[in-house]
């Protein structure tokens, strides 16, 4: 308290002015830049609520455990990946100035290969993990487990270099959209869980929810990608096959972790030689 208190006071008497708050030209510029994010912000809140909302009302205090601890396993950590890819992307692309065309490229090919190493990683070793830390009540059977790790490929694959290139050209009502566009699952999600009761309806509304967020905010970019927009449609291809061979069945086969093992040579040649993934079905 005493800390906060002396940063406040201290903000006001070394300030080159005194602070006044002005309606002027300067406060509208940034309420136009924040307001959107403002509401992005809230519809995300209410979003990450509402199908633990729907899931619970419709399908069951038990379901509900089931649903809350795989979100925890699979897509929480989502988040922090999302904000070192932010982190890194919004950096390189403002020191490329200009000519960032080499950066966008790059970035749109590296983006969908980390969804898909960690999608295969979750494929892999979600439901151990899941088992040792909460126990094999909470396991998610096969389908649900690959409905829920197609979610957070498609949620990495869509946070670069969409957001930071909507950011520093100050597009905030297009991110806006982009995000909250994953609302549309939510509605898929309740009828079909209303007509197929189970956890896996609400997974397959979350996963259909993240293309649709997917689609819009590439759409609402395609503009401003240029040659970028074919060089990730070819990467999110071969990450979705990737994903695809690895949610298969294949008793005695490790097919999950062979698949995340590409997925991480593929990544590792984009971001050293710059070079494209490779084409569907060959070997990166």
């Known amino acids: 308290m005493a800390w906060r208190l002396g940063q406040t006071v201290a903000?006001?008497?070394?300030?080159?002015?005194?602070?006044?708050?002005?309606?002027?030209?300067?406060?509208?510029?940034?309420?136009?830049?924040?307001?959107?994010?403002?509401?992005?912000?809230?519809?995300?809140?209410?979003?990450?609520?509402?199908?633990?909302?729907?899931?619970?009302?419709?399908?069951?205090?038990?379901?509900?455990?089931?649903?809350?601890?795989?979100?925890?396993?699979?897509?929480?950590?989502?988040?922090l990946v999302q904000r070192m890819m932010g982190a890194l992307c919004g950096a390189a692309l403002y020191n490329s100035g200009g000519d960032?065309?080499?950066?966008?490229?790059?970035?749109?090919?590296?983006?969908?290969?980390?969804?898909?190493?960690?999608?295969?990683?979750?494929?892999?070793?979600?439901?151990?993990?899941?088992?040792?830390a909460f126990g094999p009540r909470f396991v998610l059977p096969s389908l649900g487990l690959a409905l829920l790790c197609a979610a957070a490929l498609l949620r990495i694959a869509r946070a670069e270099p969409f957001t930071s290139l909507l950011l520093l050209d100050r597009r905030t009502k297009?991110?806006?959209?982009?995000?909250?566009?994953?609302?549309?699952?939510?509605?898929?999600?309740?009828?079909?869980?209303?007509?197929?009761?189970?956890?896996?309806s609400a997974l397959f509304g979350r996963a259909l929810g993240e293309a649709i967020a997917l689609s819009v905010t590439f759409s609402l970019t395609r503009p401003m990608l240029g040659a970028a927009a074919a060089d990730f449609a070819k990467a999110l291809a071969f990450a979705c096959l990737l994903t695809l061979i690895a949610s298969l069945p294949v008793p005695g086969a490790p097919t999950a972790l062979v698949c995340a093992a590409l997925a991480a040579a593929a990544l590792t040649r984009i971001l050293i030689r710059g070079e494209a993934p490779a084409r569907v079905g060959a070997a990166p």
């Not at 995000?179 to 197929?196: E, I, P, R």
């Open 11 to 79: 903000s006001h008497v070394f300030a080159d002015a005194p602070y006044r708050l002005s309606f002027g030209a300067a406060f509208q510029k940034a309420l136009r830049f924040g307001a959107p994010l403002t509401a992005n912000g809230l519809g995300l809140a209410v979003a990450a609520q509402g199908d633990r909302l729907l899931v619970g009302a419709l399908l069951g205090p038990e379901a509900l455990g089931l649903y809350v601890v795989a979100m925890l396993a699979v897509l929480v950590p989502v988040t």
């Open 174 to 200: 297009e991110a806006a959209l982009g995000n909250l566009s994953a609302w549309a699952g939510l509605l898929v999600s309740a009828g079909l869980m209303l007509a197929h009761p189970g956890v896996e």
């Open 100 to 132: 960032r065309t080499e950066t966008l490229r790059r970035i749109a090919r590296a983006a969908p290969a980390v969804g898909a190493f960690y999608a295969c990683g979750g494929l892999a070793f979600a439901n151990t993990l899941v088992a040792l």
